[in-house]
């Protein structure tokens, strides 16, 4: 077989493949998913397959095509997901626990295990593939549980690798990534971008205020920081570099701006699905308590954008240089349809996978409105959308499979109730202590893998913790959350500045601390919900509206005294004045809220009356060196 005709029917398959995927999700979207173990299954089955076809088995120095030991891992991985489908009946009607492994249950369940951990290596790296292993050995050498008892609760219940998390990656993302893949395939994106030039890019610091619109907006249709750079970064970050801004600033200002979109409803990052399944809530209600949160952490970066723009003297792009924004409406706000519908079906209490199928739907005769936004309807272009939806899946739905894994060994060893007890034992049942502990571990999972897994595992080990120190349940899953999708832009693994820093040429150190500058809003911002769930629409509105105000006004002392920059520029002791002030107004109250106050105001005060005194300088001058004869 030549190479040609080797490559060929490797896009053929792959494209029969992802096609074959998207369809059936659209069938199920609509019709209703069948029995957990049928869907599951084949939802991985889909995966691993696109898997062992696309993805090497080294990252560097392979080729696309798959070699004799792909194929037949990929031969495994068929027979292992199809065999819970095939077997349905006996699984569903055997006692968990009671009944003993059939050799056939044992021969396809090690056989899972060992593809799915060398699939997920190839798809997000050795990071959870290695954690899911230390947690198998972990089970079996220390806790001593029974290797049969440990193969069943992993693969033939509902407790293992076809989890919630499995589940809902079957039922949710990958309807959302769809939805995703074609809005931006019908130009979304470049909706999004003009939107937000004609708005902001003749401002101070405009580009810089474009990428945080942009990011934000395509974020709540991608879920990812990395794509999310990619997609827009290519753009936004020589136009910051254009009008002055050194290239670390224009890189973290892209990288912080493209992880919030994981946080920004009406659409965001995998592990939100995951967490109203394990809250027991709709997507909507985990939608509305991200929402001013992310709000928060918006606000901030914009703020220091603009602040740095001030205290550099840098100005925006000409106007001429900029779309209408009647003009950019008129060509393509209509591609905003797609996200109304969304979020108009969720209002009305429908659940988030028909709002998903919703929206699709919607796609293609919402681009038949204008010529500028017909092409995407051609077959060639919805099969590529499907493929690319597809593919796209991968990695969340191996991530979500084996972090199933680790999720199974907590439940049977009990580890989740271990760890709980050496949390507060270390914390010493300081509700702060245990809450830095937890950050702290979550940025550590999450520097190694997805966000949706570290998530995960948190939940399973840190969140228990937390709550039994009393923080309500909704802001803890929040909290570790947030740390989790920071960890994008957390130094040494930061791989949404990785991303930022290929198209600005910064170094990684210079752009991964200015990130964690300007994205310190974030680092903080889940303190504030813990202490103040208010923050998450919780409560009365008087207690939010208050709590809303002193929050805004404390990010944006944070930007200010982070960046140097209020109405001018700040000297050591204001800037250190402001951050202190958006500190004590992290927590509620009478006193911490007037201690803040006074400490702006201190500045203000200054600021006001250096600005004064600078507007009198040259009337002052003009007047002395005016002399009469």
């Given amino acids: 077989m030549t190479t040609e005709k080797s490559s060929a029917w490797v896009g053929y398959a792959v494209t029969a493949v992802g096609v074959s995927m998207s369809v059936f999700h659209l069938y199920i979207a609509f019709f209703g998913p069948p029995n957990a173990f049928t869907l599951r299954s084949t939802h991985l089955g889909f995966a691993l397959v696109l898997a062992f076809l696309i993805l090497p088995f080294r990252k560097h ?40 492994l059939r050799d056939l249950d044992v021969v396809f369940g090690v056989a899972m295990v060992l593809v799915l951990l060398e699939a997920t290596r190839r798809a997000i790296g050795l990071a959870l593939p290695v954690t899911a292993g230390l947690f198998l050995l972990y089970a079996l050498f220390v ?23 499995l589940s809902v990656s079957a039922t949710y993302v990958m309807l959302f990534i769809l939805f995703g893949a074609m809005v931006e395939r019908s130009g979304t994106g470049k909706l999004f971008m003009e939107f937000a030039m004609s708005l902001t890019g003749h ?73 109203a399944e394990f809250l027991g809530i709709s997507y909507l209600a985990v939608a509305s308590f991200a929402l001013f949160p ?52 969720l209002l009305l209490g429908y659940s ?42 991968i990695s969340v739905a191996l991530a979500c499979a084996c972090a199933g894994i680790v999720v199974g060994v907590i439940t049977l060893t009990g580890l989740g109730l271990e760890f709980t007890h050496l949390v507060i034992s270390a914390s010493q049942d300081s509700m702060i202590i245990a809450l830095l502990l937890t950050m702290i571990a979550g940025i550590i999972l999450g520097m190694g893998m997805p966000t949706t897994p570290a998530y995960i595992m948190q939940v399973a080990l840190l969140v228990p913790a937390v709550v039994k120190l009393g923080v309500i349940p909704e802001a803890a899953h929040m909290f570790v959350f947030y740390y989790a999708i920071l960890s994008a832009i957390t130094p040494p693994v930061a791989m949404a500045v990785y991303a930022a820093n290929g198209i600005s040429r910064a170094g990684l150190w210079d752009s991964g601390l200015m990130a964690v500058r300007l994205g310190a809003t974030g680092y903080i911002v889940p303190f504030m919900f813990v202490f103040g769930p208010s923050l998450l629409l919780i409560g009365d509105w008087q207690t939010i509206s208050l709590t809303a105000l002193t ?61 004064r005194r600078e507007a009198a300088a040259p009337a002052l001058a003009a007047k002395g060196g005016d002399k009469s004869p």
């Fill in 61 to 100: 120095g392979g080729t696309r095509r798959p070699n004799w030991v792909s194929l037949l891992l990929l031969i495994v991985a068929v027979a292992s997901a199809a065999y819970p489908v095939i077997e349905r009946d006996y699984i569903i009607n055997r006692m968990i626990y009671v009944d003993d």
């Fill in 143 to 165: 806790s001593g549980q029974d290797p049969a008892l440990l193969l069943e609760q992993t693969y033939l219940t509902t407790e293992g690798i076809f989890g919630i998390p």
């Fill in 203 to 275: 401002t101070a610091g405009g580009p810089a205020k474009v990428a945080c619109i942009t990011s934000g907006l395509f974020g709540t249709v991608s879920g990812s920081a990395v794509a999310n750079v990619m997609t827009t970064g290519t753009f936004t970050i020589p136009l910051m570099k254009r009008i002055g801004y050194k290239p670390a600033f224009a890189g973290a200002v892209e990288a912080v701006a493209s992880t919030g979109g994981q946080i920004m409803p009406p659409i965001m990052g995998a592990a939100a699905f995951v967490m």
């Fill in 352 to 393: 988030a996978p028909f709002a998903a199928l919703c929206g699709i739907v919607s796609v293609i005769p919402t681009t038949l409105l204008r010529k500028s936004t017909r092409g995407f309807v051609r077959l060639h272009v919805i099969v590529e959308t499907l493929v690319t939806a597809a593919i796209n899946t």
């Fill in 551 to 611: 929050a805004v006004v404390g990010v944006v002392c944070l930007a200010g005294g982070l960046i140097g920059y209020l109405l001018a520029p700040a000297r050591l002791w204001e800037r250190c004045l402001l951050v202190a002030a958006a500190l004590v107004l992290i927590k509620p109250g009478v006193t911490t809220d007037l201690l803040g106050a006074v400490f702006i105001a201190a500045v203000l005060a200054t600021q006001i009356s250096t600005l």
């Fill in 294 to 345: 992310a709000v928060l952490y918006f606000l901030a970066v914009f703020c220091a954008v603009h602040f740095e723009a001030k205290r550099t003297g840098m100005q925006g792009l000409p106007r001429a240089d900029l779309p209408r924004l009647g003009a950019v409406l008129r060509e393509r706000g209509h591609l905003f349809l797609p996200l109304i519908i969304i979020i108009g079906t």
